[in-house]
């Protein structure tokens, strides 16, 4: 089989892929918080190769889907009128703490909610009862800012925000992030850290509540995007075709 069949066939192959990733922006073009995937060809194989028995690869075998990068520009602000409602006007994002797994996470989504949370006493007398056996340690219900799926959201302190008074201004949090690219998804507009995004610090964007970020996901781009994908994968199925189509005619003339 000719190498432009393989070339063909990844190409056609790694476009669905570019499909793929345009409709997931489409689909959370109106979802709060949201960044824009972005994906990213690299060539495969573009230098000549030895191969086992000594004889060189061709070059050229096509190009797939490397990665796909998050846009992490700034969404057009939302106006809600919700007391719990944030939205970081600059850079920055805001941090949730898991207070199961200890997990820290980064989110552009501020639609907070108030949750409850059992905290137990830790003042002497509680726990000089419950070491003598006679009494169970109190229990204490405490509400909390929350992502609404039992997430802390994290203060200007950098621990949880205990919400008392909701007319108060709650000391929420803005986090800058040293190197954003390599960010890893999470879900649910989520975002973890890993040993190559560097230090975090307080970041001096400002918040604006009330709003929410919309999502930077642009519908005109995403439908372009999807355009140039089918026209690129139409294309790479007219190659295949020619490519079978040369092979027969070859295969017919030496059988001929």
């Known amino acids: 089989m000719i190498q432009a069949f393989y070339s063909a066939a990844v190409g056609a192959q790694q476009q669905m892929r570019s499909m793929d990733v345009h409709a997931?922006?489409?689909?959370?073009?109106?979802t709060y918080g949201f960044k824009a995937q972005m994906p990213?060809?690299?060539t495969l194989m573009y230098g000549m190769l030895d191969g086992a028995n000594g004889n060189q690869l061709p070059r050229g075998s096509g190009s797939a889907l490397a990665m796909t990068g998050s846009d992490f520009s700034s969404g057009p602000l939302e106006q809600t009128g919700r007391d719990l409602d944030y939205a970081i006007v600059g850079d920055g994002f805001f941090a949730l703490h898991d207070p199961v797994s200890g997990e820290i996470s980064f989110t552009r989504d501020g639609s907070f909610t108030l949750a409850p949370f059992q905290v137990q006493q830790t003042d002497d007398s509680a726990q000089a009862t419950a070491d003598n056996g006679t009494q169970e340690p109190t229990v204490e219900t405490r509400y909390y800012l929350s992502d609404g799926e039992g997430r802390q959201v994290l203060g200007t302190d950098g621990y949880p925000i205990e919400v008392t008074d909701l007319s108060a201004d709650l000391p929420v949090g803005v986090?800058?992030?040293?190197?954003?690219?390599?960010?890893e998804r999470a879900g649910g507009e989520r975002f973890l850290m890993n040993d190559k995004?560097?230090?975090?610090?307080?970041?001096?964007a400002k918040l604006q509540r009330g709003c929410l970020e919309s999502s930077n996901a642009d519908l005109a781009t995403e439908l372009?995007?999807?355009?140039?994908a089918q026209r690129s994968y139409s294309y790479?199925?007219?190659?295949?075709?020619?490519?079978d189509e040369v092979e027969t005619t070859v295969n017919d003339l030496a059988n001929g």
Do not use: C, H, P, R
């Open 24 to 30: 997931n922006n489409i689909s959370n073009v109106n």
């Open 40 to 42: 990213a060809f690299q």
């Open 224 to 228: 372009t995007g999807v355009i140039e």
């Open 175 to 183: 986090f800058s992030i040293q190197y954003q690219d390599g960010l």
């Open 236 to 243: 790479a199925l007219k190659m295949v075709t020619t490519a």
């Open 197 to 204: 995004n560097g230090s975090v610090w307080m970041s001096t």
